[in-house]
């Protein structure tokens, strides 16, 4: 079964930007929707953002506009770009397809 490795871990200033990045191993991302999520310190898990096989993609309200969600499925790997950070984006991310990655930490200050 698919595998999950996020990576782009970092602190930033707000306003400042990140790239994460979700490595698949074990099989292809190609046809599956795929999705980043992220828990804040004593908050539930959220969804952010999703990417269907398609193409097509969809956003929570708090980061549109803000982040943007891509995949490259010749690298088998999902990317979220993050720009505008604020702090309140400040929690773990995880990338998910069924199964969730380890997450990596994202800090705005």
């Known amino acids: 079964h698919v595998q999950l490795v996020e990576s782009g871990e970092g602190s930033v200033q707000v306003g400042g930007s990140l790239r994460l990045s979700c490595v698949a191993s074990?099989?292809?991302?190609?046809?599956?929707?795929m999705g980043w999520f992220r828990q804040a310190p004593g908050k539930e898990r959220e969804g952010v953002a999703a990417?269907?096989?398609?193409?097509?993609?969809s956003y929570a309200d708090s980061v549109k506009g803000r982040f943007t969600i891509s995949r490259d499925n010749a690298r088998n790997t999902l990317y979220l770009q993050m720009n505008s950070l604020k702090t309140e984006d400040t929690a773990v991310y995880y990338c998910?397809?069924?199964?969730w990655g380890q997450g990596t930490q994202v800090t705005v200050s």
């Open positions: 998910a397809t069924g199964v």
């Open positions: 074990g099989d292809t991302i190609g046809r599956y929707c």
């Open positions: 990417i269907d096989s398609d193409g097509s993609t």
